[in-house]
């Protein structure tokens, strides 16, 4: 009898769950997504079909199903699951779930997987107590995080697991997951009668960004809607705006800190690189719309105009000048425009990195070669300058200022002197934008100092 009141509390418990949690996978084919590690012959189905799990750490954006994939693993694999929060667990528990997992798989021989969510946040100390155990075997943990664990997880921890990426779900898998629920008579909306928009699917496919919850809340938020609105048992049809109305405004998933705050900054600066304006302003108004900080872009705009433009358009540096200073003059929501501008003349305008690999190479010749003495003649003027001068004994070169010496003129008052002693070139002027037209200055101006010989190869 008392199984029977258990079934029946589990079952009702279950009826009152949210959507979103009935439909969640219970085996690998009920789970959508993930095919580059839980596909066919991937190294995760593997592991999972093989039954020989090792620890993992399963890291991604919310909402791509990563405590899902764990209990589906759990069952797959036929192993008891502990779910804790690495933040609020604590040492105690840790060493009962130790102790569980001891007596269980002695008295059945059944093992145990921990599955610890924010795995990021699990502390040394009850780091020290599990470790033993997960590497004799005793417990199974799988990790699960939304940030890079090889950044934020300790390395003790990234070190005896596999480390799986899960990605958001395409909109298809959204609308088949949406569509599943709709026909599934035990957990879904098998039973009533619902007839959807290709429309609607698509908003919610859309707008839930790749998280399966967001639109299985959105589909019962719809439903119930149109069940309130209707006689009871007539058929609820679901449109475009029921679907609008019926999902929350997208929350753009990003934390300062992040990886979304360096994938989209990396992203904007490859944008710009890459000639592509139209991609760097969406990845500034992703950052905007995740409270990033307006000077943090401007700063980087800024870097980038002499890292990737430089003297191929000189004004890009005047630019991203002006933009920073109007940045932090104006603030947000108007530094948005500002930001835009910027970015769209910095993508357009013609690329060099040639001051960039210049001045590299220059600091790596003065930290890994030999150091270059300063030309006596280039020394400072408040030293002694005299014929009797040891240092400037006959023979030895002085220094020529230029527009007394009649330095030649062809070409603009160029000396002929050398101001670094050895021959060696760092800038490398290429032949886009202005650069173009220094390159040929620059080819004079070293032809005169080589004394009319051609430049170096």
Known sequence: MSDLW??????????????????????????????????????????????????????????????????????ATDRAFERENAASVGVKRIREIIDEAGARLEGSGRRTILFLDEIHRFSKSQQDVLLGDVERGMITLIGATTENPLFTVNSALVSRSTLFRLEPLSEDAIVRIVRRAIADEDRGFGRLTITIDDDALRVWA??????????????????????????????????????????????????????????????????????????????????LEGGEDPNFIARRLAILASEDIGNADPRGIQVAAATWELVERIGMPEARITLSQCAIYLALAPKSNASYVAINEAMADVKEGRTIPVPVFLQSPNKAESENDPRFAKGRQRYEYTHDTGANTSIGGVSEQSYLGVDKEYYRPTDRGLEQKLKERLDEVRRVKRGGRAPNP
């Open 206 to 287: 859309i707008k839930s960004d790749g998280d399966a919850r967001r639109a299985l809340t959105a589909l019962e938020v719809a439903v119930t809607s149109g069940q309130r609105e209707g006689a009871p048992g007539k058929a609820i049809h679901i449109t475009k705006d029921d679907a609008e109305q019926s999902i929350q405004q997208k929350a753009v998933v990003y934390a300062p800190g992040g990886d979304e705050h360096y994938d989209s900054i990396s992203a904007m600066i490859k944008s710009v690189r890459g000639s592509d304006p139209d991609a760097a302003v969406y990845w500034i108004a992703r950052m």
């Open 6 to 75: 258990a079934t029946r509390r589990a079952e009702a418990r279950e009826k009152a769950s949210p959507l979103a949690w009935r439909m969640r996978p219970r085996t690998l084919d009920e789970y959508e997504g993930q095919g580059h590690i839980i596909g066919e012959g991937r190294l995760l189905r593997k592991m999972i079909e093989s039954g020989a799990m090792t620890s993992i750490i399963l890291h991604g954006p919310p909402g791509t199903g990563k405590t899902t994939l764990a209990e589906v693993i759990a069952n």
